[in-house]
């Protein structure tokens, strides 16, 4: 049996009112993959994530959200990777690398001590590159047929941008390798034929060896997903509107954005100012060229969403704004207020969507500048929007739609989401105390255990699906906070700590889901 007989076995094996739906009225944790805990300086897909897992269904949840899993990108963003469809390496368990025979306990002993509560990418690189090498060598030299068997079956199956990615990334690793912008003409214009076989013969075994992670990392997610599905729990991805310059999707079809002739973007994305940053955000990523995309069908839109479906029961949709409108900004821009306001796809590329991958669930993320046009297409193709409480105590006239009594049902309510600072830390900071105050009288809190009574109001509201994010769960303080937009550096490094989500916390959490009819036990 190949790994993709084996999940589609196994997943959702119980009957199809078990499968968890953005419909049903449900709950869940918003934590990424990089926070689990775990021995080698990142989560990964290892033992953390089965007890994750766990976890959720000891409290009663319904879904484990997290952020995009692609490579991680500059300043270790999962929102910049250098693929649309691969997957990060470093979450590949090294733990189950052992158990698959590819590595030996003593391999995993010269691990250096990790900074608890931390993920540390730099680290975790350095120890697990020779080890992931050291597994591709060891599959190479007397892989199991099982294994070989996999490999293949996944090759075929991923060809349309599996190759691309492996040469992307044995390009890269040449000594002295930068930006592709500055590979050789042939090479930097993919004409292959022009390079020689040669050339191309030397760098076969990193391309192999890179499509191979992107197997291990597939083969351990399956597993993953189908333990998931057992008990009852779907997983929510986060699909980015735009990729990063620096990438095989850019590199691969440099006819879809907006480029010069020397490959740099002529104009880039980002935000106009707003509620994080009074400069805007400058993100620095190339456009798409929607005309181009919209002749061939979408169809390059249409693979990444068959991907995003493949290891996920429902996929949120980063900045769905910039599918009705996006900011283009002129290349060189030093802030993004230099930008101007100009039409996406609109309802065409949804309208292929639905009609190639029926069934998909997509969240919309409709947080910044909405217009009365970005709700008609959300709701055209009747998609949940989000609803975010810390947003619900300003003042300006769009406060009170992020009231959970002005929640419509068809919605994703979260206590915060990664950009947000922590509960604990909204509520404890010095720069809002009116809108601290106006949310305690909101919620009628005592005061012992504010962080709680804004959980409570996120599962008592009437949304669908609520998201709580694992800091709130823990209470923890700004210095748990995931990320700070318009920020470079500091981000994206928060951690659990072993056995910090305990009984106590799950217990909790189920006794709220539980009040709130959100429970898996309750739910019809």
């Not at 992307?168 to 022009?194: H, N, Q, T, Y």
């Not at 590199?251 to 490959?263: K, S």
Request: contains cysteine; glycine residues 10%; negative net charge.
């Amino acid at each position: 049996m190949t790994d993709r007989e084996w999940f589609d076995s196994t997943i959702w094996e119980r009957t199809a009112t078990d499968r968890p739906s953005l419909r049903r009225r449900s709950s869940g944790v918003l934590l990424h993959v990089s926070s689990l805990p775990g021995p080698h300086g990142i989560g990964d897909l290892g033992p953390g994530a089965y007890e994750f897992i766990d976890f959720l269904s000891r409290s009663g949840q319904g879904w484990w959200q997290m952020l995009p899993v692609g490579p991680i990108g500059a300043g270790s963003s999962p929102y910049s990777s250098a693929s649309a469809f691969a997957g990060e390496p470093l979450f590949i368990s090294l733990d189950l690398l052992v158990a698959d025979g590819l590595l030996t306990a003593d391999d995993l002993k010269a691990c250096p001590e990790f900074p608890a509560g931390e993920a540390d990418y730099a680290g975790a690189w350095s120890f697990k590159t020779p080890l992931l090498r050291k597994a591709f060598q060891v599959f190479t030299e007397r892989g199991s047929p099982e294994l070989w068997s996999g490999f293949k079956d996944f090759c075929a199956r991923q060809s349309d941008w599996l190759e691309d990615w492996g040469r992307f990334c044995a390009l890269k690793d040449r000594p002295g390798a930068v930006s592709w912008l500055e590979w050789e003409p042939e090479i930097r214009g993919r004409d292959f034929r022009r390079w020689g076989n040669a050339s191309l013969r030397e760098f076969g075994e990193s391309t192999t060896r890179q499509q191979f992670l992107q197997y291990l990392f597939t083969r351990q997610w399956e597993k993953l997903r189908g333990y998931a599905a057992q008990k009852g729990i779907g997983l929510i991805g986060d699909v980015p509107i735009y990729v990063a310059h620096e990438s095989a999707d850019v590199w691969a079809n440099q006819d879809l954005f907006q480029l010069g002739a020397d490959g740099r973007p002529t104009a880039v994305a980002g935000v106009p100012p707003d509620y994080f940053s009074e400069d805007g955000q400058l993100w620095g990523n190339p456009l798409y060229r929607w005309d181009v995309l919209k002749q061939r069908g979408f169809s390059w839109w249409i693979a990444r969403l068959r991907q995003a479906a493949e290891r996920f029961d429902a996929v949120r949709l980063d900045h769905f704004i910039g599918f009705q409108r996006y900011w283009e900004i002129p290349a060189g821009a030093k802030t993004a207020k230099e930008g101007r306001w100009m039409p996406g796809p609109g309802g065409d590329l949804f309208e292929t969507a639905a009609r190639e991958l029926p069934g998909l669930e997509l969240i919309a993320e409709d947080l910044g500048a909405v217009t009365p046009e970005v709700i008609a297409l959300r709701e055209r193709f009747d998609l949940p929007g989000l609803r975010v409480l810390q947003f619900a105590f300003g003042t300006d006239g769009q406060s009170a739609e992020f009231l959970p009594h002005n929640y419509p049902r068809r919605c994703v309510a979260y206590s915060g989401t990664h950009d947000n600072d922590t509960t604990r830390g909204w509520l404890e900071s010095s720069s809002r105390p009116d809108e601290r105050e106006r949310a305690l009288r909101y919620l009628q809190s005592d005061r012992s255990a504010p962080h709680w009574d804004m959980l409570k109001a996120v599962l008592g509201s009437t949304a669908d699906t609520a998201i709580l994010t694992a800091q709130d769960l823990l209470g923890l303080d700004g210095s748990a906070r995931m990320n700070l937009p318009g920020s470079a550096s500091g981000n994206w490094r928060w951690r659990l700590k072993p056995g910090q989500l305990d009984d106590g916390v799950a217990s909790r959490l189920r006794t709220m889901t539980e009040s709130s009819g959100r429970s898996l036990e309750m739910k019809v």
